[in-house]
């Protein structure tokens, strides 16, 4: 047999073999455990090279969910406009959307495979807008970055939904909203941002400050966990009156709206902060669970 035909019949084969073990895997999600919600505080990319306390927590972590079937992420780092996306690969890529940091950290892969099936079960969940499947995008560093340390082994299905920027936070808690059916298959509805995320006042030489923490930064995430622990969903989706800190905290909405797509995912389920701390002076690293 001609060697480029060989090569081609093999990858056609490992493909095909690929879909079949994606498939299963939304199969098995017909019998799956209940999977809770999560957000995670994903600061920077430079984690995934990191043993500090962050990354050895979410080691922890991980180990202590339940097994999903899928994890669905919603990433700071994935933004559209007017219009919500969701990725369908069966191989989706690692993407390495940053610069200015080391070598060794380009060439770190993520080789989790998608879930397709499961990413058009999400379209047919979400009613308040349409949503399209795309090839064009994979798994950025809000998402890869994280699951490097919860799930190392890259052995469960990922898919992405991007954000639409031109929506405001009541859309996007609504969205989760809808989404929350997922958690019944086994899929982890997983929002990946920073509740404090403000890179024109961070420490670049702090890794893991807290006595440095700006008053600020400290004071509106400890306002997020309040409304947290209250259950004040209101409160929450309307964060600039949380507390006078918001305008420097979040001066941008991308970071912040992650949480509110766990947020409504989690439907009235109690929150557990796993984590919580800052970075850099600036960064909120605090995560948090709804749900067992």
């Given at each position: 047999m001609n060697p480029r035909r060989r090569r081609v019949l093999h990858g056609v084969a490992a493909?095909?073999?690929l879909a079949r073990?994606?498939?299963?895997a939304c199969a098995q999600s017909s019998t799956a455990v209940r999977m809770p919600s999560i957000f995670v505080g994903h600061g920077s990319p430079m984690n995934v090279l990191a043993d500090n306390a962050f990354t050895r927590q979410l080691r922890i972590w991980g180990v202590s969910l339940p097994r999903p079937t899928a994890i669905l992420s919603v990433s700071a780092h994935w933004l559209t406009r007017g219009v919500t996306a969701v990725g369908s690969q069966l191989r989706p890529d690692t993407i390495h959307d940053f610069d200015g940091f080391p070598p060794s950290l380009y060439e770190t892969r993520y080789p989790a495979v998608g879930a397709p099936t499961l990413a058009h079960e999400a379209i047919g969940l979400v009613h308040r807008t349409p949503v399209r499947t795309t090839q064009e995008w994979g798994l950025d560093h809000g998402t890869w970055t994280v699951l490097y340390h919860?799930?190392?082994?890259?052995?469960?299905?990922v898919f992405q939904m991007s954000i639409d920027y031109d929506r405001v936070g009541a859309w996007h808690y609504a969205i989760g909203r809808e989404l929350a059916a997922l958690r019944e298959r086994g899929v982890l509805v997983m929002g990946s941002g920073n509740i404090v995320h403000t890179l024109r006042a961070t420490e670049p030489d702090v890794r893991e400050a807290t006595s440095s923490t700006r008053t600020w930064a400290r004071s509106f995430d400890d306002a997020v966990a309040k409304a947290l622990d209250a259950h004040d969903h209101d409160a929450l989706i309307a964060y600039g009156s949380l507390d006078s800190g918001a305008p420097l905290a979040v001066?941008?909405?991308?970071h912040y709206w992650p949480l509110l797509y766990a947020l409504g995912a989690a439907r009235d389920e109690k929150p557990r902060t796993v984590?919580?701390?800052?970075?850099?002076?600036?960064?909120?690293?605090?995560?948090?669970q709804f749900g067992a």
């Open positions: 493909i095909a073999a073990w994606a498939d299963a919860l799930f190392p082994k890259a052995d469960v299905p001066p941008t909405p991308d984590f919580a701390g800052f970075h850099a002076g600036t960064i909120s690293m605090r995560c948090v």
